[in-house]
């Protein structure tokens, strides 16, 4: 079974399945993604012995369905991360951020980074933050990592990555220096890059009142699967968590609506990053 693959999914089905995804985590399915849903539905329905999204939907809406919403938002969700992804970043923390932060006094700053998926750009603003420091710098940060999936929350709390994982996007000088050796196959960061980081679940439809404020917030590559009100709400609320004067990162291909004047660009060569207005 391949969740109707060959026969097609019925039309009622796949719109009631495209409202609740959308409500439940605010990813939104195009008219013609029937393709997506058969190819990552397809294995958690046979554990559970579903012939058709028809059943799925159907189990979705009854009492006590709440681990299958969970386990189907996790299947939905894509988890696409690597160390130091894009790299510019990177650079405009070490180069422009960081040392701002130091001129206005500050010794410890917090930063956010929003569906965090396994841990990777947490861990790369730790890593990046621990060079720094290396220089005879001060700052120091808490690293606050969240996502939607219980199971990337898990595995970027044990900070343990498989060499496949450790090939993307570190260089051996970078391997050696912040990671620990805990089998030929497995390697975890080490303790003091580690401790500046903690992670949690959290839903970006959810309210971020519990998370704290923030000096930098990191929302790279995830506001692309949400509906334009969707990333206008959450980039709205990410504004009111943040300190005056903070920072915000997006992906490298998006951009912030022109009606959001809570921040204004600040172009760093490469890359933009976007500064909450003082005020």
Known sequence: ???QAQKGIDVADYEVFRRFLEESCGIVLGDNKQYLVASRLSP??????MADLGDL??????AGGQRLRAEVIDAMTTNETQWFRDIYPFRILSDQLFPEFEHQGKRQVRIWSAACSSGQEAYSVAMTLEAYRAQGRNLDARIVGTDISPQMVARATAAEYGASEIRRGLNDEQQRRFFDAVDRET???RPEVARRASFRQHNLLESFALL???DLILCRNVLIYFSLDCRADILRRMGQAMEP???LM???SESLPRELTEFEMVRCRPGVVYRKRSG
């Open 250 to 252: 997006v992906g490298a």
């Open 57 to 62: 939907v159907r189990r979705l809406q009854s």
């Open 212 to 214: 704290g404020r923030f």
């Open 44 to 49: 958690l329905m046979r554990h559970h012995g």
């Open 187 to 189: 390697w975890r960061v």
């Open 245 to 247: 004067g903070g920072y």
């Open 1 to 3: 079974m391949a969740l």
